[in-house]
């Protein structure tokens, strides 16, 4: 898969389509009539799931009608993990090759078109159309996981219940520039805003310092007594979902992060 | 790369063209900062500017441009939750309304309740309740030591020694900064690198007998400038200006890492 969006990439400059592509099964056991599906654009994106474009140049893109979905650009390469349009519904790790890649956020079910014009485009020829289908609703349940090689996620570290939705942002002034940014962005600040019970962002070493939390509220005293014997070093993402703590590393992606973790 | 940040027509530039004032303006006194061989003058009350918090001049420009792309920037979060600007009123206490105001800027970063803090509570008890000038450090040490009140509990310039009462006294013990980070004086890249890691700076200004809390770097006309806010009430653009040229280069400088978690 990743060779595949890596080709793909090489060739956006030559006109090659920046939606992601379905993967082409590949034949391990020669077979009497082997049935390869052409690549094609994915048709179908999900809440909670990753939609990405990747692009070498900057795109303009629109979506038709507005409101069924939310398209944010961000600078690229990357590495998100999550969900995938078109994937098996499990959570995965990929490389993001493009310059310039965008994030089709599903909003509303409904069918969009997006509309995908570069910047730089002098030809009607240039500007690219994909119907999708978009899947608001709640995500069905993903299915058995059966293969023993992958790696099980992590469990969360258990708390007294705090009774809601929650998110600690650990980190340190001395933190990775990029990782500060996002953290200080008003994207990130709105999505705590608007999807949590409550989150604060701490100064690491001041936390850990004996005394400073004293007159914290008593549930966030409860949360770091909880999850500090197992806080790995530097920055880290504290998702509070009730009884449980989920720790991630702090980076750049961090609404990605919480979007799937949610 | 942007060429200019975004400046509001209401922002005041101040620039090498601005005049220095004669006389007559009491609020800024460095007479008591004795510098060491390196120019830091706070000893135990604030750390010292480390390595690892430099961000090479090379990246300047093109950090610039991503926090304010993603609306990173202090002033951003300060317009988004509408923190109105301090006003010193006629008092002389610039020194200490500039930390204070770096306390409900860190405060507000770590998501705790937005509670507006009186400057009079930590200056006026350091001059004896008069009206004079001072300087940074002795309104961080305090605010290290002891705290700041709220506003509900000590009116913002109030010198009445009736708020010195044993109720104010544990009430501030909610609002203290512990950990301060000292630049050395005139240092441009100390003091751009902590802005683009999103340190609120306290930075006393010699030429205009002033202290003013600086919110971000910005790039003008090809250069770095300075967002700052002064605590003249709603001067400039809701309290933000601009410093350049070398009238930016702070003879003073301090910022806080966290405040206390209350």
């Known amino acids: ?262 | 790369m942007t060429s200019s940040s975004r400046v509001s027509r209401f922002e005041h530039i101040l620039d090498d063209e601005t005049a220095t004032p004669v006389d007559g303006w009491v609020g800024l006194d460095l007479s008591e900062r004795l510098p060491d061989g390196e120019g830091y003058a706070y000893g135990q009350f604030a750390g010292r500017f480390s390595e690892g918090l430099y961000i090479p001049e090379t990246d300047w420009q093109g950090m610039i441009e991503e926090r304010e792309q993603k609306q990173s920037q202090l002033s951003d979060r300060i317009r988004h939750k509408q923190l109105a600007p301090l006003n010193q009123g006629n008092t002389n206490y610039c020194w200490s309304n500039a930390p204070v105001h770096c306390l409900e800027l860190v405060r507000m970063k770590q998501n705790q309740p937005l509670v507006r803090l009186s400057p009079a509570s930590v200056a006026a008890p350091i001059k004896r309740f008069a009206n004079r000038g001072g300087w940074g450090r002795d309104a961080i040490r305090w605010l290290a030591e002891r705290g700041a009140v709220p506003v509900g509990s000590w009116p913002a310039n109030s010198r009445d020694q009736k708020y010195y009462n044993d109720s104010n006294r544990e009430l501030a013990k909610n609002y203290m900064v512990r950990q301060w980070v000292e630049c050395q004086p005139r240092n441009l890249s100390q003091m751009v690198s902590l802005l683009l890691r999103g340190f609120p700076l306290a930075a006393g200004y010699n030429w205009w007998g002033h202290e003013v809390t600086l919110t971000e770097a910005i790039w003008l006309d090809g250069e770095v400038a300075i967002r700052f806010r002064n605590s003249w009430g709603n001067w400039g653009d809701y309290g933000f200006g601009i410093l350049r040229g070398s009238k930016m280069l702070a003879d003073d400088l301090v910022g806080p890492y966290s405040g206390s978690m209350t």
Not at chain 1, 97 to 123: Q, R
Not at chain 1, 176 to 200: C, E, F, G, I
Not at chain 1, 233 to 260: A, C, D, F, H
């Open chain 1, 1 to 262: 898969m990743l060779t595949l969006l890596l080709a793909l990439n090489l060739l956006l400059d030559e006109g090659i389509s920046p939606f992601p592509m379905t993967a082409v099964p590949q034949v391990v056991t020669p077979q009497p009539t082997p049935v390869a599906d052409d690549p094609h654009p994915i048709g179908t994106v999900q809440r909670e799931e990753f939609y990405v474009l990747q692009s070498e140049a900057p795109l303009l893109v629109v979506a038709s009608p507005p409101g069924l979905v939310e398209i944010t650009h961000e600078q690229g390469p990357l590495m998100a993990r999550g969900r995938f349009a078109g994937g098996d519904g499990k959570t995965e790790t990929r490389m993001l090759l493009g310059d310039h890649l965008y994030f089709i956020d599903a909003v509303k079910s409904g069918t969009v078109e997006l509309i995908v014009i570069p910047v730089a485009a002098t030809e009607a020829e240039q500007i690219q159309r994909q119907l999708v289908e978009v899947q608001a609703g709640p995500r069905p349940p993903p299915q058995p996981d059966t293969d023993t090689d992958t790696e099980p996620e992590p469990d969360g570290i258990p708390v007294d219940d705090t009774g809601g939705f929650r998110v600690l942002l650990l980190l340190d002034e001395t933190a990775d520039p990029d990782t500060l940014t996002a953290v200080d962005s008003l994207r990130t600040v709105k999505w705590l805003d608007d999807n949590t019970d409550d989150w604060r962002r701490w100064d690491r070493s001041t936390a850990e310092t004996d005394g400073e939390l004293d007159k914290e509220e008593p549930v966030w005293r409860r949360i770091w007594q909880a999850a500090r014997p197992a806080l790995p070093e530097g920055p880290q993402l504290l998702i509070i979902q009730g009884k449980t703590i989920t720790v991630r590393p702090l980076t750049s992606q961090v609404v990605q992060e919480l979007e799937v973790s949610r």
